[in-house]
């Protein structure tokens, strides 16, 4: 069986890791920058960001940078949320491509037409957007969660109003349950999260006696019910670091997560769980991101260097700060 290779889809020259970092920090002095990091971005871009960590965080840390610029290395809806709180600042991102299967499974034409079709029906509803979107989808929108706030901005819809919830079907079933709401799903998935291989887990639980599960609310259903602790990024890091006994973590997220598990918690083994091709049946290695994948260290040098790619500011981006603005820093 061949495993398809995660790369970042150009063909780097290989050049000296310790070399880049320090080539990178000089630039962040020349360029007055800082840079964010998301916690599925490679450990070593992680280990060289001013700030790491969540979506939730990383947007408010955003707001926080004393520097002119903003290099975001994550992918390119967390580029432009960074743009649309600061449009003072130049926010660079490593690489233009690299995107998410959630914010293109919702475009904002599509949304727009679903709504008026709901608003037609006489239905009266708010539409609550996973930040996985794009800043037109995000101006369609009332309130703007990541996995850190649903819980809490959910609680802000008034009773009486319907929720529509974009773009993913499956932390938006979670929500329900978890909130009572009840909620018209638009029917998106993260291409990481939907192929984890439920039978890839029930192994690693038999090979791993004694072992806790711990899932992301972008898997489907059928993983989170064998989950022992469901939650975002740093809900996850902080339920390992309050563990401590050590334990055996089965980690359903994206696998880079797993070096910001190892630095907050060492007492604790993490395995990752292997995702599957659907087509074929076979597991891979797609608990990679391949877009966040697309950051690299070179990638990172060279936006420095270059001032480029820059995410640009556009008209619509004012109605999707009014968004972010209340549902994020409010
Ligand atoms: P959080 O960092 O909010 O858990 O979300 C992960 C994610 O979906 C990144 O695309």
Known sequence: MSLPVVTSGDNEVYEDPLDLMDEIDEL???KDASILAHFY????????????????????????VKTSTIVFAGVHFMGESAKIMNPEKRVLIPDMLAGCSLADSCPADQLAAFQE???SDGR??????????????KSLCDWIVTSGNAQEIIGRVPAGKEILFVPDQHLGRYLMEVTG?????WPGSCMVHEVFSIQDLIRAKRNNAGSKVIAHPECPQNILELTDFIGGTEKMRQHVMAVKEPTTFLVAT??????????????????????????????CACNR?????????QKVRDCLKNESPEVEW????????????????K
């Open 28 to 30: 962040k002095k020349e």
């Open 41 to 64: 971005v490679d450990g070593e871009i992680q280990d060289i960001a001013d700030y790491s960590g969540d979506s939730l965080k990383l947007a408010r840390d955003a707001t926080r």
């Open 117 to 119: 079709q709901l608003r």
């Open 124 to 137: 009266d509803f708010e539409t609550v957007a996973y930040i996985n979107t794009t800043a037109a989808v």
């Open 181 to 185: 709401r009840k909620m018209i799903l």
């Open 254 to 283: 994206e696998s880079a997560m797993i070096h910001a598990f190892e630095k907050s918690a060492p007492q604790h083994k993490f395995v990752p769980i292997a995702g599957i091709m659907t087509s074929t049946g076979e597991t």
């Open 289 to 297: 991101c391949p877009h966040m994948a697309r950051n690299t260290l």
């Open 314 to 329: 556009k008209d619509y981006f004012q109605q999707a700060r009014a968004v972010l603005d209340k549902s994020l820093l």
